[in-house]
């Protein structure tokens, strides 16, 4: 099948632009086949905006950047009604967001009342304004990023919002090897170029073949297994919701295409668990000073994984 080998040339594009993170870039590419919404969180200057910026330019489609800030309301994102004078009716005037990919940059910048206007977009493809519904372009990927470590004039993303990712990622700093041949590549003012190598029509195509790929009953129960345990962890307020469940499903899926396989193994399973679980799971007070503590909820999810018997 063709589609695994364009998918190659998809990554071998994305490799050059984020040097040395090979399973970063296979992470963000399982999302964006799976159907999902991309979160990168990590420290400034490691690369969150150059890979989301890469995503979306790596396919022949509509991009749009917002640049989040306090300041910022629904509309600016959304679109507004005003009124022609010269028709003499309302007409809507579309935002951003009325693209294939949307970048929100440093998305927890950005006040909860205009976070919450990705809400019906992310989640069902549509945004109702006015009584009227405007369904979105196909396909339609929100990629956000954030600094979790500066809290100074941030929103902190609700339970609901961050459950629409389907996956959180980190860049995390280079190895020494791959930071030499940065420092001796491009100017740090230069963004790297990109060139698009997938169509929509593609893109959805891989999809769609995502779909198809085989899942055995056995995995599927191992799913459900991992999932009940956060759900009865007693160190967890939150476990995963059913939507956590589909994503990490469709993901693995997902990462079988990419490695040229049309059956999922246990493996993949293991291997996405956290990104696709993490960012979901809510701590309980007594045992984490913050309700959402990223290496707390790792740990949690390893340990889970270590006490579940995989399937043969």
Known sequence: MAVPSRLGHLETALNAVIR??????????????SRGHLLIEDVPGVGKTTLAHALARSFDCGFQRLQCTADMLPGDILGVTIYNAKSGE?????????????????????????????????????????????????????????????????YPLPESQLDRFLMRIRIGYPDALSERSILQSAPAATAPSVTAVLTPGE????????EQVRVDDSLVG???????????????????????????????????????????????????????????????????????????????????????????
Do not use: W
């Open 20 to 33: 040395g993170k090979p399973e970063v870039i296979r992470l963000s590419v399982v999302c964006l086949l």
């Open 90 to 154: 309302f007409e809507f005037k579309p935002g951003p967001i009325f693209t294939n990919f949307l970048l929100a940059d440093e998305i927890n910048r950005a006040t909860p009342k205009t976070q919450s206007a990705l809400l019906e977009a992310m989640n069902e493809h549509q945004v109702s304004m006015d009584g009227v519904t405007y369904p979105m372009a196909e396909p339609f990927l929100v990629i956000a990023t954030q600094n979790p470590v500066e809290h100074h004039g941030t």
């Open 203 to 210: 893109l959805l195509q891989a999809q769609r073949v995502v």
């Open 222 to 312: 191992y799913i459900l297994s991992i999932v009940e345990e956060t759900r009865s962890n007693e160190q967890l307020a939150l476990g995963v919701s059913p939507r956590g469940t589909q994503s990490l499903y469709r993901a693995a899926q997902a990462l079988a295409l990419l490695e040229g396989r049309h059956y999922v193994l246990p493996d993949d399973i293991k291997r996405l668990t956290i990104p696709v679980f993490a960012h979901r799971l809510v701590l309980n007070q007594r045992n984490t000073l913050s309700l959402r503590s990223t290496e707390a909820a790792e740990r949690i999810l390893t340990e889970i994984l270590d006490r579940i018997e995989v399937p043969l």
